[in-house]
């Protein structure tokens, strides 16, 4: 018998800008925040700051789920 389980979590309307994007691009090609940041021209700081933005726009407690969900979709 299958059980279904009731997902508690809030439902999030997922979309994405451009940036995160390339964001998480380079974070998916598992290139360091330093490297993300050199090529970006941002600080280590501001990429870790994005990262955690985009993760919660996005209604992800990781970086690696959104990777996973933009890489599902074809995004990346």
């Known amino acids: 018998m299958t059980v279904l389980q009731h997902d508690t979590r809030p439902r999030v309307h997922r979309e994405i800008s451009h940036d995160d994007l390339q964001l998480l691009r380079l974070l998916a090609t598992g290139l360091p925040v330093d490297s993300v940041a050199r090529r970006l021209d941002l600080s280590e700081r501001t990429v870790r700051r994005r990262t955690r933005a985009a993760c919660d ?19 990346l």
Do not use: D, N, S, Y
Request: charged letters at 20%; zero cysteines.
């Open 57 to 75: 726009r996005l209604g992800f407690g990781t970086a690696v789920e959104a990777i996973v969900w933009a890489a599902r979709r074809g995004l």
